[in-house]
């Protein structure tokens, strides 16, 4: 669905701002169709490069950027995607309504068509009775939520998502992430690109970790976050007991044997192996 092949963009010097500067230097991975890929890194890294040459907004001074087996995302590509940037401005007089009528049209949905499918999605996303209203009048939230619906209109193949639990309350995160595994049930393609690493843990197993331009990790997360010394015995009120020796599991086991429900080896969490994999490339 998406392959970078030692891909490099530079950003040319402008006059009286910065200088030139690597945005990605031989960056290379890939995601597959069905999977889910967690692209992170710290603000600068070149997540927004890399989602700007998928959508075809610019073109890689080397390598290759292949997006749904073409070398170049041009707007037949990008009707197949479903595209959520970070920051989304709307013309102020529009409602929600005729945003996904506009986005629709765009990919050559009919009418009614658009019609059925926004009155599932904005019911799914908890504004279908707010279809009509100003999307100026919305909160962030709500603007969040309608950004969504209008990336996922047309049913797309391939989903990018950037920071798409951004401006939303916790419950509205939870909401999300669910609607994000359901279209994962669904078999979509998505690339998820979010500074909220519990939730890039909650919805894939594999990231790409991005660092001033450089790729420092492609791969499974369970091969990335190293085993601790702790164990960790999970009770069914989802209480968590951790015991630094092994020999200390079994009286354990005997005391809480009606409410444990599982004994694992403790390992780090994404955000603890992020930091570490950064702060080693750093020094």
């Given at each position: ?109 009919a009418k009614k068509d658009i019609v ?168």
């Open positions: 669905m998406i392959k970078f092949s030692e891909v490099h963009k530079t950003y040319p010097k402008q006059v009286g701002r910065c200088p030139a500067h690597y945005a990605l230097k031989g960056v290379s991975f890939s995601l597959a169709e069905g999977e889910t890929l967690g692209l992170i890194g710290q603000n600068g890294a070149g997540k927004s490069t890399s989602i700007r040459l998928i959508m075809g907004y610019m073109s890689a001074d080397s390598g290759k950027v292949q997006v749904l087996g073409d070398e170049q995302a041009t707007p037949k590509v990008r009707r197949r995607i479903g595209y959520l940037p970070e920051t989304s401005t709307f013309p102020p007089n529009l409602t929600c309504m005729e945003l996904l009528q506009f986005a629709g049209k765009c990919c050559d949905m059925a499918q926004a009155e599932v999605l904005l019911k799914r996303l908890g504004i279908w009775s707010e279809r009509n209203r100003r999307l100026s009048q919305y909160s962030k939230g709500m603007q969040q939520r309608a950004s969504f619906a209008a990336a996922l209109i047309h049913n797309p193949e391939l989903l990018i998502l950037d920071e798409p639990m951004s401006g939303l309350d916790p419950i509205g995160r939870a909401e999300i992430i669910g609607l994000i595994q359901d279209l994962q049930q669904q078999g979509k393609s998505i690339l998820f690109c979010s500074h909220l690493l519990d939730d890039v843990e909650r919805i894939t197993n594999q990231v790409a970790i991005l660092h001033q331009g450089k790729l420092l990790y492609d791969g499974e997360i369970t091969n990335l976050c190293e085993a601790q010394a702790d164990w960790h015995i999970e009770l069914r009120n989802g209480d968590v007991l951790k015991v630094n020796q092994e020999s200390a599991i079994p009286p354990l086991l005997q005391q809480y044997v009606q409410e444990v429900v599982g004994v694992r080896r403790g390992k780090e969490s994404l955000q603890d192996a992020f930091v570490r994999i950064v702060e080693g490339a750093k020094s």
